[in-house]
């Protein structure tokens, strides 16, 4: 609606409201009124109605009973034809014991009678009657004596005169017998008498007011009383003529007003929209010097500035997309994922006058996670916002999670999801998924080695790597077209800046690691070991080396093939992985042979691993494709030698020949085992000082020494490159 529609319609609810509201209370308070009087009037008259019918049915019964006092039969018919010449009942009528006529005065109303003192009967009444009994002294009966006065209309009339009201004499079907009222009213009158119970006062569509009386005890006869309404006539029609009239003078007084308040508005209204469509040189006549006056040359003024400034800003944009170029080829040789992140996030907010933005990688579980944020305090859904990984997004979910699935960019205004995504709150945004440079490799991992990941794996090329998203922009409804340009081109710097560090990382991964089983390999080795025994030392805690060798694996390749022997080796690697603890390393020293290190664990320890390793190579065979591709289950057993710092030698080398020598001495002993590395003897010495809680107890438990037990919780610090630690595989 319109601001005009609005003020017009703003001062007809003032204006009308108070008219309809007055024009109802009258009405309301005139037919309250008037209901009122009637029922009052309407009492009075039913009152009346029963005092007359109670007073007649009194009289008949005196008449009735000055007949039957007359002691001689033969009297009684005189004496019957007196009361009805005095005028105080119609008709006489003596009946014996069994109810026949003995005598009846002449002229009588015709039947039926109704008693004054029985229930009402079915049918027309003709007469009232009081009926007494004949008895002789001795009190036998000897029959009745029956006064009757006729309901005709001269009776009904009498009715009338006496209550003001109109009356009408129903039968018990609910049909008129008598009635007062005018032929008009009557259908009207009998139909307001069938909805009338008891003594509700009901009203007809005339105006009419109806009331029932009867029948009751001592007043045996249905009657309907009806007065006339006392509201003047033409009360709604006057009301409604008034109120349409108000309404008619409102509007157009409305309207006048409407219009001359919203001209300068209308036209600044105007302006506004062909500024807004680009047209700068628009400028609004200044036609009063009040408030709307001041906001027109206010406009003007800004029109003129802002003309400027947008020269001056295309100039600026022209000028920063070519850095662009510049800014990409140095984020692209550089390593340090977070910091290229928040030079690319900081770049993009600067470029495109963002409020806030973040952003967010996908990560191995498949949910966007965010790396660096900014400007997004009072945001978070939930959480530590000083945190960024507090930002995660399930892949699919919101518009982050939209545009990472579909690789589709999003702008537009924020409309808060039904279930919560833990995305930002924010007004508008615009969001730019980045992947992969077409072209680059598919890459494996510790667990596939040399395989392409599985469909669906973040670092396929086909799929978003992350998501670059900015919020909110000062003074502009939205993000628009040339936005979304720009980030575009941040978020391919991202790209090439995130694959460039992953293909580093996996670089220096693939140099520690052995290409057939995913372990590390030997040059690994030697930077853990002496690693190890640095922290072992450090911390007084023990380390045992299990040297490992495959038995008769010579025996494998020349019967089955290399194939089959690769296939025994990364299966045995494999059952390794899932037999050792996170904080256990597992190496690959060359051939069949194995090293596995076992931190923070004594000799008894030690042991038990070995047992396990060997119970779990020996009692499943390992399953290969022999010659003409059948498969075939391969028997495997290991032998294992043990060694364990300081117990067995004084440096990494040095316990790696003793668990060597074991391994030996558990191939001489008929292999499948394990064997325990002697002490040397004399114990060797050492340039480093070891904390005496390091040394085997009696029993084998390994013992807390004396270094700060928290770091050695937590595996203690590194004196080189430690790449992160292995997983399970199983």
């Known amino acids: 609606m319109t601001l005009r529609g609005r003020l017009t319609a703003a001062f007809l609810t003032v204006v009308l409201g108070p008219v309809l509201l007055g024009a109802f209370f009258v009405g309301s308070t005139l037919s309250a009124v008037d209901r009122g009087r009637a029922t009052e009037r309407l009492g009075v008259a039913a009152a009346g109605v029963r005092t007359s019918v109670d007073a007649l049915c009194q009289q008949l019964r005196a008449a009735a009973d000055a007949v039957a006092l007359v002691a001689d039969p033969a009297a009684r018919p005189r004496a019957a034809d007196q009361v009805v010449a005095r005028g105080l009942a119609a008709a006489v009528l003596i009946a014996g014991p069994a109810g026949n006529t003995s005598y009846a005065t002449p002229g009588g109303p015709a039947g039926p009678w109704q008693d004054c003192a029985a229930d009402a009967t079915a049918g027309p009444v003709r007469a009232l009657a009081a009926r ?41 079907p609910g049909r008129i017998t ?127 500035e802002t003309g400027s400034y947008v ?62 944020v900014e400007g997004l305090d009072g945001r978070w859904p939930t959480g530590d916002p000083a945190d960024p990984a507090t930002l995660r997004v399930p892949v699919g979910a919101g518009v982050l999670g939209t545009v990472a699935a ?8 924020w409309e808060p999801p039904d279930a919560p995504t833990g995305e930002p709150s924010c007004e508008t945004y615009v969001a730019v998924p980045f992947a992969a440079p077409r072209g680059a490799e598919p890459r494996g991992g510790p667990d596939r080695p040399g395989h392409p990941p599985a469909d669906g794996d973040p670092a396929d090329p086909d799929r978003a790597l992350g998501v670059l998203a900015l919020y909110d922009r000062p003074g502009a ?26 293909v580093h990382e996996e670089a ?3 140099s520690l690691t052995d290409p057939l089983t995913g372990l590390w390999n030997y040059r690994y080795l030697r930077e853990s070991i002496r690693r190890e025994v640095e922290r072992a ?45 996170e904080v256990d390393l597992a190496f690959r020293h060359g051939g069949e042979e194995f090293v596995v290190l076992l931190p923070e664990t004594d000799a008894r320890g030690a042991t038990i691993v070995a047992e396990r390793l060997g119970s779990v190579v020996r009692d499943q065979p390992v399953a290969v494709e022999g010659h003409g591709g059948e498969p075939i289950r391969v028997p495997v057993t290991v032998s294992i030698g043990i060694a ?83 997983s399970r595989g199983r």
Not at 406 to 413: A, D, M, V, Y
Not at 687 to 706: K, N, Y
């Open 477 to 502: 409804d939205g993000f628009d077209e040339d936005d979304l340009v720009t980030l575009r081109t941040f978020a391919g710097h991202a790209a090439v800046a995130v694959e460039n560090v992953r």
């Open 311 to 372: 020269a001056a800003l295309t100039s600026s944009r022209d000028q920063l997309r070519g850095h662009l170029t510049v800014l990409g080829d140095t984020l692209a040789s550089t390593h340090d994922l977070q910091r290229i992140l928040r030079v690319i996030l900081h770049s993009a907010i600067a470029a495109t006058g963002a409020r806030a933005g973040a952003v967010l990688l996908v990560d191995g579980d498949g949910a966007l996670v965010g790396q660096c």
């Open 644 to 726: 364990v710092y300081p117990d067995h030698a004084a440096g990494g080398q040095q316990v790696l020949d003793a668990a060597d020598d074991a391994l030996y001495a558990a191939k001489a002993a008929g292999r499948d085992g394990y064997r325990l590395a002697l002490p040397p003897d004399p114990v060797p010495t050492q340039e480093m000082p070891v904390v005496v809680a390091a040394v085997s107890p009696p029993d084998g438990q390994p013992r807390p020494g004396a270094g700060d037990a928290a770091t050695a919780a937590q595996g203690g610090a590194s004196s080189g490159p430690h790449p992160p630690r292995q």
């Open 508 to 510: 220096q991964r693939l």
């Open 132 to 172: 007494v009994r004949l008895r002789d002294p001795a009190g036998a009966d000897l029959g009745t004596v029956a006064a009757a006065q006729p309901v005709d209309p001269a009776f009904v009339a009498r009715l009338a005169a006496v209550t003001g009201a109109g009356v009408t004499l129903l039968d018990d």
């Open 406 to 413: 579909t690789g589709e960019p999003l702008r537009g205004r």
């Open 178 to 304: 008598q009635t007062t009222e005018d032929r008009e009213v009557r259908a009207a009158v009998l139909a307001a008498a069938r909805q009338a119970d008891g003594d509700r006062v009901t009203g007809t569509a005339d105006g009419r007011y109806v009331r029932r009386v009867g029948p009751a005890p001592g007043q045996p006869l249905a009657l309907v009383l009806s007065v006339p309404g006392e509201r003047p006539p033409g009360l709604y029609a006057a009301l409604v003529g008034a109120v349409v009239l108000a309404a008619l003078l409102a509007v157009v007084a409305a309207w006048r007003l409407a219009r001359v308040t919203t001209r300068p508005l209308v036209e600044l209204a105007g302006a506004v929209d062909r500024v807004a469509q680009g047209d700068l040189t628009t400028r609004v006549p200044v036609r009063t010097r009040d408030e709307i006056g001041r906001l027109a040359g206010a406009f003007n003024r800004m029109t003129r």
């Open 537 to 581: 030392n450090r911390f007084g805690r023990m380390l045992s080396v299990l040297a490992l060798d495959l038995d008769r694996f010579k025996h494998v390749n020349d019967t089955w093939g290399h194939a089959a022997g690769d296939a025994v080796l990364i299966e045995f690697a494999r059952r390794v992985r899932g037999e050792i603890r």
